[in-house]
């Protein structure tokens, strides 16, 4: 057992140090995450709910939101195995794990570690919703979530990390600098806005058009859009911004979403 954990184990009341012993024996992973929680109040929150003694798996998915199967996958998996990106954050492990469920999980560093870098690649680790507990306000990305799932049932193998590559890679002629590379999150941000513009603007009701029309394509065509639509705004950066920034010409906002999905009046015909 760590050092860090066995240290977490004694520094407390020598009931709850039974209790702390029994979670590190079957939860290496969970036990060294709280044994770092410092100020963490997530990680404190779950921290005071084991010293209480209450079940593992319903007290971190009451508290973080996630599902107790979720929590369960982590038993007995060493923290070694799991990979020392993911222990340093947990609480986005627990949210990798449930947007994964049912689909078969890694086994191997490598493949824990090839995990990570979709989560990363997808967009998911930049949003806060998936670093807090279920009490904060949160806004799922569920279309991000959908292809971070569609990544995991590549398996994790050769195909899934070239997938994986490409959601972080320059196009040849077009880009020159990654620092520039326009993650897949504003593309899924230009649909939202294009649908609330051409939609939405009949009616007053919150919609979800964007994420009914983008997770009806498979892993491999969003890319595919993905792409096509970072040519665009190379080679038109100031149509983005237009119409991010709430420009009222529908005709060149509809011109796009024509070039990126070629069957987009067909695809919205339903809203």
Not at 110 to 134: C, D, F, M, P, Q
Request: proline share 6%; with cysteine.
């Amino acid at each position: 057992m760590k050092a860090e954990i066995l240290e977490w184990c004694a520094a407390t009341h020598v009931i709850m140090q039974k209790v702390r012993h029994n979670l590190a024996a079957r939860y290496p992973v969970i036990a060294l995450a709280l044994a770092r929680s410092n100020e963490n109040p997530t990680l404190l929150a779950i921290n005071a709910a084991i010293d209480r003694s209450e079940p593992v798996a319903n007290a971190i998915a009451g508290i973080v939101g996630v599902s107790p199967a979720a929590v369960d996958r982590l038993e007995n998996v060493a923290s070694e195995t799991v990979t020392e990106a993911w222990v340093k954050c947990p609480i986005e492990l627990f949210w990798a794990i449930d947007v994964l469920h049912p689909l078969d999980g890694p086994q191997t560093p490598e493949e824990w570690g090839l995990l990570r870098k979709l989560w990363i690649n997808t967009g998911l680790e930049e949003h806060e919703s998936y670093r807090t507990a279920v009490g904060i306000s949160r806004d799922r990305q569920l279309v991000l979530e959908y292809l971070f799932r569609g990544l995991c049932a590549q398996g994790y193998g050769e195909a899934t990390q070239v997938l994986s590559d490409r959601l972080v890679a320059l196009l040849p002629g077009i880009e020159t600098d990654p620092e520039y590379i326009w993650p897949f999150p504003c593309y899924v941000s230009f649909v939202e806005e294009a649908l609330t513009r051409m939609v939405g603007r009949k009616r007053a009701e919150p919609s979800n058009d964007a994420e009914c029309l983008l997770m009806g394509y498979p892993l491999v065509e969003l890319i595919r859009q993905w792409e096509s639509w970072r040519c665009i705004v190379a080679a038109h950066g100031k149509v983005q911004i237009e119409v991010v920034s709430g420009s009222e010409d529908l005709a060149k906002t509809q011109w796009i979403m024509r070039i990126v999905i070629p069957d987009f009046d067909k695809a919205i015909r339903p809203y």
